[in-house]
């Protein structure tokens, strides 16, 4: 049988709160520390307990992520999926499962390991052996694919951080399990892990660990927040590094970490710290952004500073509350009702999560207005390789802020929002600094922040705000290019698809098809995004939703004669992005118009 080596995907079913994320965090940091190119998705179930949950493994020398587009070994542990997890399966799959569920394996096209693993777990201990059984399976892999134990002991160490009868416990069950596939199985499958060289500056963290660390790095002030999945781990990892990272000299908490009764309040508090000039900020997903509308205006509108994390879920209403999707990327864009127009982050893995965590705040004070951050549950709290931090060799961002009275006196004819310099952007003066005025109105007001109703002055103050927010188009992070001459399709892309594009751009090209990739980081749209849909003859849109939402962005905002070029590739299904269906599609999307 020939060997396939670094190629394959693992699918491991087990129930919601039987200890399984453990062994499945030791298994994947294993699989990183001997140098392979290796991701994880956790698909878990909405509720606390007891239902269905998957952990999908995916090791590739290409790059390619979980979770693919087959699965190569199965571990069966729960009874609830166990028959649809084997119906799922094509002929030749690795089936690693516990004979102590009681529940038939009646498939003799598969490649099996049984295994009474329940049964070994009792033997180390026996009120355990529900939360122990799942570092047998863990053991079963390492010998099957020649895993090293001191590889897995130090992931070992590494989860369980220093209990050491957790570690002795775990270390125990998986050579357990070693050894069971060692005398009792005979290798039968051409699966294989070889170590590969690892950049030692590498490491692994989860979306929402790096957002926090670039929102603490950014000079977070306050942080205000309600608890709701998948969010909810950004607010908790802030909270956790605060009294690490950013502390006074007596050791004091320099950054507020509130709790808030409800969404509302939360974003309410946002604005009042940003109007007293202080960097607030708070995180939430779709169904807190709906609630949060009116107060988003009226930081567009009056013009203070702040910051909102959307880690999108699927919606619309609950919708499927622990899935990923791209569906919040129009609201975020003209959220709050009458006319609005707001900056919008698009991080597409861990490290630019760490950049626009600190960005965030410097673009928001800078334009003075709501600057939102997008990412999805896939990015947040799954785990990613990340190449080392980037920190700015520039001083924070204050914007135009003025602090004592030399300065407010060289702004000739000084209003709150009064557009002095031409660029749509007024100063601002702040409460305690003696200055006059500190006035921010959400009614309609003219120059100096006065009343007003005025058809002209209305008027006159939203254009200021739109040419203010359209100013920021080259200042924002600009898009990510790979490019090549002469090549008709190009592909516009955003977000988490970055971790999936390279293995669908490769399907492509297996077809004979060459693309060039336009990767969108923020809105308002970068003037360079009309120039790559200028050399293309056709343009696909591709993005993880229903309704082509960056592609509505796109037909409003690029020239009239380019739209034209434009085609929508929009698929979603909750899961993350498996790349043979976006290929397909690209495919079926460009022959549907030739035939057309």
């Not at 002929?91 to 390991?113: C, F, H, Q, S, W």
Request: charged content about 25%; some cysteine; glycine content about 8%.
């Amino acid at each position: 049988m020939e060997k396939i080596v670094n190629d394959f995907t693992i699918n491991i079913a087990t129930a919601n709160g039987t200890g399984s994320q453990s062994a499945n965090l030791i298994l994947l940091n294993s699989l990183f520390r001997m140098g392979t190119h290796v991701s994880g998705k956790n698909l878990f179930p909405s509720n606390i307990a007891g239902l269905p949950t998957w952990y999908i493994v995916r090791v590739s020398d290409h790059g390619y992520q979980a979770p693919g587009d087959e699965t190569h070994i199965q571990v069966l542990m729960n009874i609830d999926t166990w028959a649809d997890d084997l119906d799922e399966l094509s002929p030749g799959t690795v089936v690693i499962y516990n004979t102590d569920v009681k529940a038939p394996v009646e498939r003799d096209d598969l490649v099996l390991y049984p295994a009474s693993m329940t049964q070994m777990a009792r033997t180390l201990n026996p009120k355990l052996a529900k939360l122990v059984s799942n570092m047998i399976y863990v053991g079963i892999m390492a010998e099957m694919l020649e895993i090293p134990q001191d590889i897995i002991e130090d992931a070992i160490s590494k989860q369980f951080g220093g209990k050491e009868k957790a570690i002795e416990i775990n270390s125990q069950a998986s050579i357990l399990g070693r050894e069971h596939f060692k005398n009792e199985l005979k290798k039968k499958d051409p699966y294989y892990v070889e170590v590969r060289k690892r950049d030692e500056k590498q490491f692994l963290i989860e979306g929402n660990d790096a957002l926090a660390l670039g929102s603490i790095y950014g000079g977070i002030n306050m942080l205000s927040w309600y608890p709701i999945t998948p969010s909810s781990s950004l607010a908790e990892s802030i909270e956790a590094y605060v009294p690490k990272l950013r502390t006074d000299k007596d050791g004091k908490a320099t950054c507020a970490v509130i709790q808030a009764e409800d969404e509302l309040a939360a974003v309410g508090m946002v604005l009042g710290a940003g109007w007293a000039g202080a960097r607030g900020m708070t995180c939430t997903s779709g169904p807190g952004i709906s609630l949060m509308s009116e107060l988003i205006g009226l930081s567009y509108y009056s013009e203070i500073p702040g910051v909102i994390w959307d880690v999108t879920r699927v919606g619309p209403s609950t919708g499927l509350p622990t899935r990923t999707q791209q569906g919040d990327i129009s609201m975020l864009y003209e959220a709050s009702h009458g006319d609005t127009q707001h900056i919008v982050l698009i991080p597409g893995n861990v490290d630019e999560c760490f950049e626009f965590g600190w960005k965030a705040f410097d673009y928001a004070e800078k334009y003075q207005t709501m600057v939102f951050g997008f990412t999805d549950l896939d990015l947040g709290m799954n785990q990613w390789v990340s190449n080392g931090f980037e920190y700015p060799d520039t001083p924070i961002n204050r914007g135009k802020v003025l602090r004592t009275k030399e300065e407010l006196a060289k702004i000739k004819n000084y209003g709150r929002y009064r557009d002095i310099d031409g660029d749509g952007i007024p100063y601002r003066t702040l409460p305690g600094s003696g200055l006059e005025p500190i006035l921010s109105r959400g009614t309609g007001h003219d120059e100096d922040g006065v009343y007003s109703e005025k058809a002209d002055i209305y008027r006159d103050n939203m254009t200021r705000l739109k040419r203010k927010i359209e100013g920021a188009r080259g200042d924002l992070p600009q898009p990510i290019l790979r490019e090549e001459k002469e090549l008709d399709v190009g592909i516009i892309y955003y977000g988490s698809m970055e971790n999936t594009i390279q293995e669908i751009d490769d399907i492509l090209e297996s077809t004979g098809m060459k693309v060039s990739q336009c990767r969108v980081r923020a809105l308002p749209l970068s003037l360079e995004i009309d120039e790559f849909v200028r050399r293309h003859d056709k343009v696909i849109v591709l993005e993880i939703n229903r309704d082509g939402q960056m592609y509505g962005i796109l037909r409003k905002e690029i020239a009239t004669e380019l739209v034209p070029k434009l085609y929508s590739v929009a698929f979603s299904d909750g899961l993350p992005p498996r790349a043979a269906e976006y290929a397909e599609a690209i495919i079926g999307t460009l022959e549907s118009f030739e035939v057309s």
